[in-house]
């Protein structure tokens, strides 16, 4: 390509709205340019960025077992229904009415669509396991969509569906797309860890995902010191922290008077109290069931061990729900007197560590205090369940290990879904003694525009990308530096016998000064730098400079393209996950 006839826009300024490295270095280096919040034209070294990052997914995919397929961008919402998550995904999902009053779903993701097409061609064990994957737009009315395509509300993503006779089967599969996702990963140059995930809303049993470890991340990653153990921070298990020791006699329980005091900080500063003598009491409900839920003033709660405790889904109940239980205004509601009158009753284990606590009074205005689990309030029973449901925070231990805390970006994400979709869309087959049963289903994503994202944010510097060769949108940059004939026409002999020899190559034909092509063969980050100037032709050779290095070597110029093609196979071999 010549640079002369390329569309690659490059700029000095950054976007206001551009907070980090990658959403910067996109717009700067001519990727691409943003059309409305959240979604992006790609430009062509953009589009060529994302095409190798498709081509590296899709080979391995395809090597996987996986069939390709497509499925469209507008789904029916009638599917949507049949599943319920038509009202689980909320706002997040896009919908339209159709000009026929038919309401329609913005692909926000396809189980539902790739379930319906098994529940009208599979009927047999024979034709399972089967592994269908499409690469497509999806749509995702994100509440915040913000560092540039990490969290963009229209993304490219590689999303597969495996469907299989029995549980066997599904395990087999998802070790191959655990493999093949490391695979990917790898060949793209990125480093990332694998870690624990909750399944959660999508029904499943088991879940990892592949983050990469850099500052920018939006997701929190939790590793035991000795690296044994990585989970994200909705799944990261605590060791319960030692129980108080009750030796003494207490006095009653005392009323306060604590007006208009409500928060945890709120009622600190009024009571001189330290968050670690309160407990936090929320009450949740599921359907007509009620559920109290206590923990330790100074932790969070964290729902997906709440849901996993609870056993169901379960929300925060709404102001008149409390009021009516409690009997008191949203903010003062505590167990004593009110564990008895609820469904279930969930308490963190920090709670045992209070020894004598506060806690709402069930009174508007009034809390109480010396509040003696296991006196005030029961802390075993039928409908009590003591569990682990608060954020790990820093200072804590699993098994006994320290718990470390990282940022990471999730670049993909692999799910054991069960039969959560087969069963409510009938994607049902014969088994061997022809019984019916449903497929068993599992899952597995990967961000495309994330994999070009994340990169960035790991391999930049102060002058701008550096891409690694199997993703870079070319693999060489010919930069004649100076305007003499014989430059060019030894800068454009290397261009020819480079593109003869299949090679990538972007030839800086422009009529820049040679300070301009540089910085921009610097900022969009090509791995290959080949300067051809006036003192090279009176020596006879050309510069070449690796985008990661410093040093530059000379080359005669009759060898420049066989030391290219061979600087070409090492960055390559690098990446090789055959090797
Ligand atoms: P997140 O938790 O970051 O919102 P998710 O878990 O909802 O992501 P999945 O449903 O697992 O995402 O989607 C599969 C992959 O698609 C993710 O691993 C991620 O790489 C990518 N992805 C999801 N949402 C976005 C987005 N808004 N912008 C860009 N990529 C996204
Ligand atoms: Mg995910």
Redesign the pocket.
């Given at each position: 390509m010549r640079y002369s006839k390329s569309l690659i826009p490059t700029v000095k300024e950054v976007p206001a709205d551009a907070e980090i490295p990658s959403h910067q270095l996109m717009i700067r280096a001519g990727m691409m340019r943003k059309l409305a919040s959240g979604t992006y034209i790609y430009l062509p070294s953009g589009w060529r960025i994302l095409t190798k990052v498709m081509n590296i997914v899709r080979d391995e995919m395809n090597e996987s077992g996986a069939q390709e397929i497509l499925m469209p961008a507008v789904q029916p919402m009638e599917l949507w229904q049949q599943t319920g998550r038509n009202v689980d995904y909320g706002p997040t999902m896009a919908h339209f009415t159709d000009r026929h009053g038919r309401e329609n779903v913005l692909a926000p993701?396809a189980e539902e669509v790739v379930t319906s097409i098994a529940a009208g061609e599979i009927n047999s064990y024979k034709q399972l396991p089967i592994n269908l994957y499409q690469i497509s737009f999806k749509f995702?009315d994100?509440f915040r969509p913000r560092f540039g395509?990490?969290?963009?509300?229209e993304?490219m993503?590689k999303?597969a569906y495996s469907f299989h006779a029995d549980e066997k089967s599904l395990d087999e599969t998802y070790k191959i797309m655990y493999e093949t996702y490391c695979r990917i990963f790898s060949r793209c140059g990125l480093k990332y860890a694998i870690v624990e995930a909750e399944s959660g809303e999508m029904g499943g049993s088991s879940s990892h995902q592949f983050t990469v470890p850099c500052e920018s991340g939006?997701?929190i990653i939790v590793q035991t010191e000795d690296g044994s153990y990585a989970a994200n921070l909705e799944k990261a298990p605590v060791d319960a922290l030692p129980k108080a020791k009750r030796d003494k006699k207490y006095d009653k329980v005392q009323e306060v008077h604590t007006p208009n005091q409500k928060t945890i900080d709120e009622i600190c500063v009024f009571l001189k109290a330290n968050a670690k003598e309160l407990i936090k009491s929320l009450v949740y409900k599921s359907g007509s069931e009620l559920i109290l839920v206590l923990v330790r003033g100074d932790f969070e709660i964290n729902p997906e061990k709440l849901r996993c405790a609870a056993g169901k889904s379960i929300e925060l109940a709404d102001e008149e729900t409390i009021k009516k239980l409690t009997k008191a205004e949203v903010g003062f509601a505590g167990p004593v007197g009110l564990a008895e009158k609820v469904n279930k009753f969930i308490i963190d284990h920090s709670v045992l560590t209070i020894e004598a606590g506060i806690t709402g009074a069930n009174k508007t205005d009034y809390h109480i205090k010396n509040v003696i689990p296991g006196r005030d309030f029961p802390i075993e029973g039928k409908n009590v369940i003591i569990a682990d449901i608060r954020n790990a925070v820093e200072g804590d231990t699993y098994k006994g290990k320290k718990l470390l805390f990282k940022r990471g970006i999730?670049?993909?994400?692999v799910f054991k879904l069960g039969t959560k979709y087969s069963s409510k869309l009938g994607a049902k087959f014969l088994d061997k003694d022809s019984v019916e049963k449903p497929c068993i289903m599992g899952c597995y994503?990967?961000?495309i525009?994330?994999i070009a994202a994340s990169t960035i944010e790991i391999s930049h510097d102060d002058d701008g990308i550096i891409w690694p060769i199997s993703i870079a949108p070319y693999e060489v940059i010919i930069v004649p530096a100076g305007n003499g004939d014989e430059i060019l026409k030894a800068a454009e002999e290397l261009y020819n016998e480079l593109i003869a020899a299949d090679v990538e190559v972007l030839l800086d034909d422009r009529d820049a000064r040679g300070g301009v092509q540089f910085k921009d063969a610097d900022l969009i980050g090509i791995p290959i730098r080949v300067t051809i100037g006036a003192k090279s032709i009176a020596e006879n050779n050309a510069e070449i400079k690796l985008r990661r290095d410093k040093e530059i070597t000379k080359v005669p110029l009759q060898k420049t393209k066989e030391k290219i093609i061979e600087l070409i196979e090492k960055l390559k071999a690098e990446l090789d996950v055959d090797a």
């Open positions: 993701t995702r994100e395509v990490l969290r963009s509300r993304f993503m999303d939006e997701d999730e670049v993909g994400q994503g990967i961000g525009n994330r």
